[in-house]
């Protein structure tokens, strides 16, 4: 079975999110000309695809890959930085699904992925 497209996950995660009171913050990208797409930010490139902050679950930050996608250098850099700041950080794939529903609903401890 073939994966779904980064878009589908993303919706599937931030709606298991959002079945569990997470509050989730992703920055959509946007069309500044036909066929130019960009995600406006002041900064530095690559952080993660959503923030999730739950009361009592806690926060992270995670990066979603599809497909043979992979984590790009400054992805790392964020995830690294993040981490070593002593935050939650994932990198999700669809056929994570599974782990990602358990620790959405209340596992704190769930491995990283």
Same mark, same amino acid.
């Given at each position: 079975? !073939?994966?779904?497209?980064?878009?589908?996950?993303?919706? !599937?995660?931030?709606?298991? !999110? #959002?079945?569990?009171?997470? #509050?989730?913050?992703?920055?959509?990208?946007?069309?500044?000309?036909? @066929?130019?797409?960009?995600?406006?930010?002041?900064? *530095?490139?690559?952080?993660?695809?959503? $923030?999730? $902050?739950?009361?009592?679950?806690?926060?992270?930050?995670?990066?979603? /890959?599809?497909?043979?996608?992979?984590? =790009?250098?400054?992805?790392? &850099?964020?995830?690294?930085?993040?981490? *070593?700041? @002593?935050? &939650?950080?994932?990198?999700?794939?669809? #056929?994570?699904? &599974?782990?990602?529903?358990?620790?959405? =609903?209340?596992?704190? =401890?769930? =491995? /990283?992925?």
């Amino acid at each position: 079975m !073939a994966d779904p497209s980064e878009a589908e996950f993303q919706k !599937a995660v931030i709606t298991l !999110a #959002k079945l569990h009171r997470w #509050k989730v913050m992703h920055t959509q990208p946007a069309q500044v000309r036909p @066929g130019k797409w960009i995600t406006p930010n002041i900064g *530095d490139q690559g952080f993660p695809d959503l $923030v999730m $902050v739950h009361p009592i679950r806690g926060t992270m930050f995670v990066e979603l /890959k599809v497909g043979k996608n992979e984590v =790009s250098n400054t992805q790392w &850099e964020w995830i690294n930085a993040l981490e *070593d700041a @002593g935050q &939650e950080v994932h990198v999700w794939r669809p #056929k994570d699904l &599974e782990k990602i529903s358990t620790r959405l =609903s209340g596992e704190r =401890s769930a =491995s /990283k992925l």
